[in-house]
């Protein structure tokens, strides 16, 4: 017997592999915490995209960073190796954070690219190297528990990184903020080059087997036809119907690539035989109801963002706001008229000098009683409605900040000032709760499995999903709680109550959906079913990103939550009146339910 057993100590490795992800977490959440807020905001240095946009461009860099895995993975397996992998993946990445505090729309779409690029060979590959290594025998009995301590090396980076984006963007701007990101990233790098020769052993490249599919026909069967049928999204459309299906070219884009490749998973089910054809279509039924899922995760990065940053009470108590002082910078918005900046100054930042499009319409009367239009000697407008006056050259923003425009005018601040705490704290809530539920969930699934009375695998997707459409119908029961959400914000509690939901049932589905791929899927196709899984993810960030950039459509935004808690709900019918075949299939697989 061991040391590790005898001890029941883990290898240093672990905790190599542990800090290396926390930081990779950190910078990654940090980004997409913050990167909607960045695309609209229009007072602080954001891009001033139109929220559409804003859902838009981050639905789609969603849809996209949980694609790349698959690619990033098969690669590692079959020629990079895990260890190169990681580096390359993080190098790119740590680039694209950096590149993202630079000025320009160009420099932040390279970047995204990058981000997206690196996150494939970075994602899949530091978690394959930890079960290698927990795949020897003396280990085994400890794998569970190591990958518990991994996940919450995951959910400390994600809950730690918020706090250090709201100090950096409220006191040096945005860019501090995206920069962080990438400093934290190379610290992670740095942390697993140091300690290398502990995680060599995982570093383990596979030979491709007789019944694997090589990566070249993968690609003509699977990425080509996405590339072609994505380009005829983009193009066909506005050629014949003079606009677009999904509301932008992109989603456009993205729907048509991915018919191709759920064609070719349909047909992996259509062509298999006896138990490995039973295994692929439960599979593929779970990835199916699973987008639902996704989709209301996503709204975290999309649809919850919008709601914290525009309906929620911010205001920072007196008690909260005399803790953080000058330690933590709250962030401050104005009923009145503010200083963006000097005229010059930001005629020299944009490119398009016809920026001042009209001027209001303001008359002097003379001491005789003439009437003179004096408009241009006041102030003009820019096209994002703020005033310039001419004699100091300064910007002023037009009346109050959007904060204020659903505050009842008597609960305006008397100072005229208020200080708020920021949109992207929220998204620490639900790695705090992850952290906190895991270490009830964990001892409670053991206890019960002692006593043959855990619930199955498929019981555990069907109650994430009822769980996931409880959190959506939380936030019907925050509309309801206010006249109108046009005219008053609603409890930050409310917000509170759905990510604790919601991370019930992410703690039930998320850490076993990858297992039971690895379980029921054919040993020649697991390499191409963990790629539906990820497909699935994929598809309902981008789901999440679409349903955002429709948001200001939704008159009623009880509408909007109601069809993510009515599709769970549907969701989790549908995986309850399969139970039993799903329980049959996943006990001949496994030999347990």
């Known amino acids: ?14 905790f190599v592999l542990f800090l290396t992800e926390m930081w990779e977490r950190f910078a990654y959440y940090l980004m997409v915490g913050i990167l909607l807020l960045y695309l609209i905001d229009t007072t602080t240095g954001g891009k001033g995209f139109s929220q559409r946009v804003g859902a838009d461009v981050v639905g789609s860099f969603i849809a996209l960073v949980y694609l790349t895995p698959f690619i990033g993975g098969l690669l590692a397996d ?13 190098i790119l990445m740590a680039a694209g954070y950096l590149g993202l505090s630079l000025p320009g729309n160009t420099a932040m779409f390279v970047s995204l690219g990058l981000i997206i690029v690196g996150n494939g060979f970075f994602k899949p590959n530091i978690s394959t190297i930890l079960g290698n290594i927990y795949n020897r025998e003396d280990l085994k009995p400890l794998k569970d528990n190591a990958y518990n301590i991994f996940y919450m ?11 250090v984006a709201a100090y950096l963007r409220n006191k040096y701007g945005w860019g501090y903020a995206f920069a962080a990101a990438g400093i934290g990233l190379i610290i992670g790098l740095i942390v697993l080059a140091i300690n290398l020769k502990h995680v060599k052993e995982g570093d383990i490249k596979k030979e491709a087997q007789p019944g694997d599919m090589p990566i070249s026909k993968i690609f003509s069967y ?9 380009i005829i999204g983009w193009i066909v459309p506005k050629l014949i119907f003079g606009g677009t299906i999904m509301g932008s070219q992109a989603n456009d884009a993205f729907i048509f690539a991915c018919l191709p490749i759920i064609a070719f998973y349909i047909s992996l ?6 138990q490995d054809k039973r295994g692929i279509g439960a599979l593929l039924f779970i990835f199916g109801i699973s987008i639902i899922f996704w989709t209301i995760y996503n709204q975290n990065s999309t649809g919850l963002t919008i709601w914290a940053e525009k309906h929620t009470d911010r205001t920072a108590s007196e008690t909260t706001a005399r803790i953080t002082g000058n330690i933590f910078p709250l962030q401050q918005v104005s009923d009145t008229p503010r200083l963006i900046g000097k005229l010059d100054e930001h005629f020299a930042s944009i490119k398009d000098k016809s920026e001042i499009v009209s001027y209001d319409s303001i008359i002097t009367i003379t001491p005789t009683g003439e009437r003179i239009d004096t408009s241009k000697q006041v102030f003009g407008i820019t096209k994002n409605g703020n005033k310039i006056d001419p004699e100091s050259k300064n910007i002023l923003a037009m009346g109050p900040d959007p904060y204020f425009n659903n505050v009842p005018k008597d ?6 000032t208020e200080k708020l705490v920021n949109t992207e704290l929220f998204q620490s809530i639900n790695p705090l709760f992850i952290v906190l539920l895991t270490l009830v969930f964990v001892p409670l699934f053991d206890y019960l499995r002692k006593r043959n009375k855990e619930p199955t695998t498929a019981s555990k997707f069907a109650m994430a999903m009822f769980l996931s459409g409880i959190s959506a119908l939380v936030m019907v029961f925050a509309i309801m709680s206010v006249p109108s959400v046009y005219t008053h914000k609603t409890a930050p509690i409310w917000l509170w109550l759905t990510y604790f939901v919601f991370t019930v049932g992410e703690i039930f589905l998320s850490p076993i959906g990858l297992s039971l791929v690895s379980k029921l899927a054919p040993a020649r196709l697991t390499a191409l079913m963990m790629g539906g899984w990820f497909l699935a993810t994929s598809i309902g960030g981008k789901i999440a990103g679409v349903m955002t950039s429709f948001w200001d459509d939704f008159t009623d935004k009880k509408v909007f939550f109601l069809m993510l808690a009515v599709a769970a709900f549907i969701g989790g019918i549908l995986i309850y009146s399969r139970l039993k075949s799903l329980n049959a299939i996943v006990k001949e697989k496994t030999g347990r339910a």
Not at 222 to 230: E, Q, R
Not at 269 to 274: I, L, Q
């Open 78 to 90: 079959r020629y990079l190796g895990y260890i190169k992998s990681i580096f390359i993946g993080g």
């Open 222 to 230: 699977v990425f080509l036809p996405a590339i072609i049928a994505a």
């Open 153 to 163: 090396g995951i959910n400390i980076g994600a809950f730690v990184c918020n706090f």
């Open 269 to 274: 089910w259509v062509k298999a035989e006896g």
């Open 1 to 14: 017997m061991t040391d590790a057993i005898k001890t029941g100590k883990h290898p240093r490795a672990l």
């Open 411 to 416: 609960q305006w601040p008397a100072s005229h």
